[in-house]
């Protein structure tokens, strides 16, 4: 309360490049390349996330079907959790929650293991339900309260990994991906005349 605009917007871009460099620390190169080829290469992926998590996985969806990945995602917890009692083997799934204590999303990664699909993580670092439950954890930097106001640094944080983890993804497979974000980006560009 009470600081200006300029105080505000400093400090936002502050936390901001914390969260960039924080994550710069905690990456680990192995479990991206993991994670990359296991969503290439499965047959299907479900993405599951709720609440501003949510909106991270509704990003890595669209993300991924821009270049022709078979996938999954919707706002509607239930389908999340219908969607993982319908995968098998080679399919992959990927949670996203920044507490790693989310009921339902835990509750469609149980699922999903159950139906023997690989299991991604994006959540904080440390310990948490989440991360003990995926064969592949990509944290996040622990820079917010689990009661927060607006869930900034974990959001940017989270979307950070997504665009690395979509970058390597089109970089390892450059040609067939090519092809796919240049029909998607026609098909959009029509959309908007």
Do not use: W
């Amino acid at each position: 309360p009470g600081l200006s605009i300029k105080e505000i917007a400093d400090t936002i871009v502050h936390n901001s490049k914390k969260v960039m460099d924080a994550i710069l620390k905690l990456l680990d190169f192995a479990s991206i390349q993991t994670a990359a080829e296991k969503i290439f290469n499965s047959d299907r992926i479900d993405i599951y996330g709720v609440g501003a998590s949510g909106i991270v996985a509704l990003d890595l969806y669209q993300k991924l079907l821009r270049i022709g990945v078979k996938c999954m995602y919707s706002p509607d917890s239930h389908l999340q959790l219908t969607s993982a009692c319908g995968l098998r083997k080679g399919d992959c799934a990927v949670a996203v929650s920044y507490s790693g204590e989310t009921p339902i999303v835990l509750k469609s990664v149980e699922e999903a293991k159950k139906s023997g699909a690989f299991l991604i993580g994006i959540t904080r670092f440390g310990k948490n339900p989440l991360s003990s439950a995926v064969d592949v954890n990509l944290p996040v930097p622990f820079t917010e309260p689990l009661l927060r106001e607006g869930a900034m640094a974990s959001r940017l944080s989270q979307l950070i990994i997504v665009d690395i983890l979509f970058s390597v993804i089109a970089s390892r497979n450059s040609k067939t991906i090519l092809k796919h974000l240049k029909r998607t980006s026609e098909a959009v560009k029509q959309k908007r005349r």
